[in-house]
């Protein structure tokens, strides 16, 4: 009987998030008016050295994201003077829950998980210059303690991203490709690369996709996450200025019909 009344419970917050999860959803891809991005340094590592990195942040640092959607609507002919405007919060205390599992089979567990990370995310969030559409959370690690960074993850549903980045100013432009790809998850846009090779998947995946010769490419689609240089081989870009939006984001974006 607990059973059941929990998950009845869990059923109907989720009914009530995710009817306010559509409404701002619509409003925001119809791009009538500016987005406020806002970016939640975490000291993922507690080191002294990503707390320096951190404390040297600005909110100019993540300024290359609003250039590069600005950059994209144009391109596109989309009528937004400033689709996004990017902030920058004051580092916060503590880490966030972990995220669902990107290949957990425990719905339930998946959908907990969320709420969890939500809620925690609405107790930290006391920035007070604007109410912000976009979170994303920026856990910074010490390239020196951490070689690899866990996957980052963006959420459609609350339109809110965890990234894993470096806490070095060497990858400062390659950090703010990882933000710029997790926000366009919490847009709808999906990923454009293999999961298993992390390669960008023809054509989609792909910033030129008719170019001939077609490698090597000489920008990465967003989605599809690196720069194809062979069949077979790509690198991440080391900034935002080597960074296209390709069709098939643009349409899951409501720029393209």
């Known amino acids: 009987m607990f059973k059941v009344r929990r998950i009845t419970i869990l059923l109907f917050i989720l009914i009530i998030v995710a009817t306010v999860t559509w409404s701002t959803k619509y409003r925001a891809l119809k791009w009538t ?37 600005r950059d994209e609507v144009i391109r596109y002919g989309v009528a937004s003077n400033q689709p996004v405007k990017g902030w920058l919060a004051p580092a916060l205390d503590g880490m966030m829950p972990p995220p669902p599992s990107l290949d957990s089979g425990n719905v339930l567990l998946t959908m907990w998980r969320r709420l969890k ?39 459609e549903k609350g339109m809110l991203g965890v990234a894993n980045v470096f806490a070095s100013h060497r990858q400062t432009g390659s950090n703010n490709v990882v933000l710029a790809h997790e926000m366009l998850h919490t847009l709808g846009a999906t990923d454009k690369y293999d999961l298993q090779t992390s390669l960008p998947i023809f054509p989609d995946g792909l910033a030129e996709p008719t170019k ?13 996450g690196r720069i194809p ?29």
Do not use: C
């Not at 900034?239 to 974006?253: K, N, P």
């Open 212 to 224: 001939n010769p077609l490698y090597p490419q000489l920008f990465a689609e967003l989605t599809g």
């Open 117 to 155: 990370q939500r809620y925690w995310a609405f107790r930290h969030d006391h920035f007070e210059l604007t109410r912000p559409n976009i979170r994303l959370f920026a856990l910074h690690h010490d390239p020196a303690l951490t070689r690899v960074l866990a996957h980052s993850l963006g959420f």
């Open 33 to 69: 008016r500016t987005l406020d991005l806002v970016v939640y340094p975490i000291n993922a590592d507690q080191s002294e050295k990503t707390r320096a990195y951190m404390a040297n942040l600005k909110p100019e640092t993540f300024e290359p994201i609003a250039t590069m959607m």
């Open 229 to 257: 240089l062979t069949a077979t081989t790509a690198d991440i870009p080391d900034d935002l200025s080597f960074v296209r939006i390709g069709a098939a984001a643009a349409r899951e974006l409501k720029w393209l019909k």
